[in-house]
């Protein structure tokens, strides 16, 4: 409901403005926004992508939230060679396939974490251990912990335990049995949103000894709703944070969106929307530079164009059409704040470590 309230908004803001340009001439084209009910489940996702694709015969054509269910959207536009803007599909497979009708708008599942370790190390010359709890089905999990893993070798960083679990798990208790046998230093949790709001309740309430501990979801506002006070010390990446910096040549600012998207009702804005609308602004530009809503032409308009909106920088591979422009931020909660503390040029206060006064 995020992704689609986001590009809602989009489109309001940009019929309010006028519409669309699509050529010197065009006075400005209204948007509409067409969309299907995809139920979380791929097969559902392919049947909604043709159905966009050979029903409704949309200009453009925006993706689905989830790196599965983007992958099987970017499936079914590839195979009628319609062009795909990913707003919210992070993980890597999609760009190693060979697509050639896929824009990607998110920073991808590699790089969430990179700045976590480093400062970790900054922190903490002493610490030698990391135990990694994941999801075992989907290329998500494994592209978030591929960096983290290839960055331990090189800082020094033993991986004490792997462990994955079945993304239908009810109890993370085992699991953390299994953490406490090898007492780690640090521990990086990754699954799909319910599971890492459980394992973190059950983390919250367990005594490991554990110095540092990163959860994906850590950054949303459902996060700290479901651990309350508990979330404080959690660090997570976040693709956008409204309180971050980041530079600007094109559309409206970060606080404009807010406002956009906060008139609509949304208690909490939450970066899957943000991202939507900036999928929306950057398909928007494409459209404007090329002069034209030919789906070769914004293929490859996409891929020459280098330009920043309120979400920070649009650059993509122009061959794979990955997303190379920009980084996720890294955010821990401090003292019931939401905080950014890496990069460097985006920190609002350095990371709290040890997380949390534990024996």
Not at 273 to 293: D, I, K, P, S
Not at 324 to 350: E, F, H, M, Y
């Amino acid at each position: 409901m995020q992704a689609l309230a986001g590009l809602q908004a989009w489109a309001e803001d940009v019929n309010r403005a006028g519409g669309v340009k699509v050529g010197h001439s065009d006075a400005g084209r209204l948007v509409s926004i067409v969309y299907y009910d995809d139920a979380s489940k791929t097969a559902q996702t392919r049947q909604a992508t043709e159905r966009l694709i050979t029903s409704d015969r949309v200009d453009l054509l925006f993706g689905p939230y989830s790196g599965v269910l983007a992958l099987a959207s970017a499936q079914m536009a590839e195979g009628h060679g319609r062009l795909l803007w990913n707003q919210g599909g992070a993980s890597d497979t999609i760009y190693q396939r060979g697509f050639k009708w896929v824009v990607g708008v998110l920073t991808p599942a590699s790089r969430y974490l990179a700045e976590w370790l480093p400062l970790v190390r900054e922190a903490d010359p002493n610490a030698v251990s990391l135990a990694i709890v994941r999801a075992s089905t989907g290329a998500f999990p494994q592209a978030v912990t591929s960096t983290v893993e290839s960055q331990a070798a090189r800082l020094g960083f033993r991986i004490s335990l792997v462990r994955e679990f079945e993304p239908s798990i009810n109890d993370f208790s085992a699991v953390l049995d299994d953490v406490e046998r090898v007492r780690p230093d640090l521990l990086l949790g990754v699954g799909r949103i319910q599971n890492d709001l459980l394992l973190a309740g059950q983390l919250a309430r367990r005594e490991l000894g554990l110095k540092g501990v990163a959860v994906v979801a850590a950054p949303i506002q459902q996060f700290k709703d479901h651990l309350g006070e508990a979330a404080d010390g959690f660090v997570g990446p976040s693709q956008w944070e409204a309180s971050g910096s980041y530079p600007r040549d094109y559309g409206p600012t970060g606080v404009e969106v807010m406002a956009s998207l906060k008139v609509k009702g949304y208690r909490t804005v939450d970066y899957p929307m943000v991202q939507a609308y900036a999928a929306g602004l950057v398909a928007q530009r494409c459209v404007e530079e090329a002069g034209t809503l030919d789906d070769s032409a914004l293929r490859e308009t996409a891929g020459r164009l280098d330009f920043s909106t309120f979400y920070g920088r649009f650059k993509i591979d122009p061959v794979t059409g990955c997303q190379v422009g920009r980084s996720t931020v890294l955010v821990q909660w401090q003292q019931g704040r939401k905080v950014i503390v890496g990069p460097s040029d985006q920190r609002q206060a350095p990371m709290v470590y040890p997380w949390r006064n534990q024996p």
